[in-house]
């Protein structure tokens, strides 16, 4: 079989310095423009995929919108995995209806009752994630990268997203809004990461707002056989084999080096 290009990106723990999991996604270097029936092929493939490039012993975390989420065939190839344990299903979004939420949060209820662990993504993107999050009851959250962005640039809360303001207030201060998001998201049980992280004032904003784990360009961004930072690339010995891996090029992996700068804090 010909497995599709594929890349893992880093999701961090910003206390320990090391990698929480990895995302998967299409592609070698960005998101392909397939067909329905070539998502579907994607996913049906996926068990051969992490039998034969994905270390058993790492955490990914794999998308899912509300439409592929109610394919009985892309919830087999989910289902035929091994390790479901270590997978969080993305209930990642680009639908508004009341209808397509209500189906696909009972699926994705389901898919919790069936071992895995669930992710709410594109939080603050302004597909409900606020209600998506409370409907299935997630263990982590992912902060949209606008979030980080309004973050890095200081602005007013405003009307980005109108759920969020309609819950937090229109008038929240930069950044401790990512503060009140962290803790209004543990107080119902799930973990945050902020997506988006793209320099070292990114993570220390973040990180000193509470928020525990993060992902962006920051953490993988390896081009062409070295860094951009001149930074060493961080991954425990037992995920390197998936530096290995066809489709999977080291560039998507690289983790910058700052560890030894984050434990000094």
């Given at each position: 079989m010909n497995l599709p290009q594929f890349r893992l990106e880093p999701i961090m723990d910003l206390v320990r310095g090391e990698p929480l999991g990895f995302e998967l996604l299409a592609g070698a270097s960005r998101c392909p423009d397939w067909s329905e029936d070539g998502w579907r092929a994607f996913y049906i493939d996926l068990p051969e995929l992490f039998r034969s490039h994905i270390p058993a012993s790492a955490r990914v975390f794999i998308n899912l919108d509300s439409r592929?989420?109610?394919?009985?065939?892309?919830v087999d190839g989910?289902?035929?995995?091994?390790g479901r344990h270590r997978l969080v299903v993305e209930w990642t979004e680009?639908?508004?209806?009341?209808?397509?939420?209500?189906?696909?949060g009972s699926a994705f209820a389901r898919l919790k009752q069936y071992g895995f662990a669930l992710a709410i993504d594109d939080v603050g993107a302004g597909y409900d994630g606020i209600g998506r999050t409370l409907r299935v009851l997630p263990a982590f959250a992912k902060l949209d990268m606008s979030l980080t962005r309004l973050a890095r640039r200081g602005q007013p809360?405003?009307?980005h997203d109108p759920e969020l303001v309609s819950l937090f207030g229109a008038n929240i201060a930069k950044p401790r809004f990512l503060r009140d998001l962290n803790d209004f998201f543990e107080g119902v049980g799930a973990r945050?990461?902020?997506e988006g992280i793209e320099s070292a004032d990114d993570l220390e904003r973040v990180r000193t707002n509470g928020i525990r784990y993060g992902q962006g360009y920051y953490f993988a961004s390896w081009k062409g056989g070295a860094s951009t930072s001149g930074h060493q690339v961080r991954i425990p010995a037992g995920e390197?084999?998936?530096l290995e891996a066809?489709?999977?090029?080291a560039e998507a992996l690289a983790v910058v080096d700052w560890k030894s700068s984050a434990r000094s804090k």
């Open positions: 592929q989420v109610l394919d009985h065939a892309i989910l289902l035929g995995i091994e680009h639908f508004r209806t009341a209808i397509a939420y209500e189906k696909a809360f405003c009307a945050v990461i902020a390197r084999r998936i066809p489709g999977a090029p």
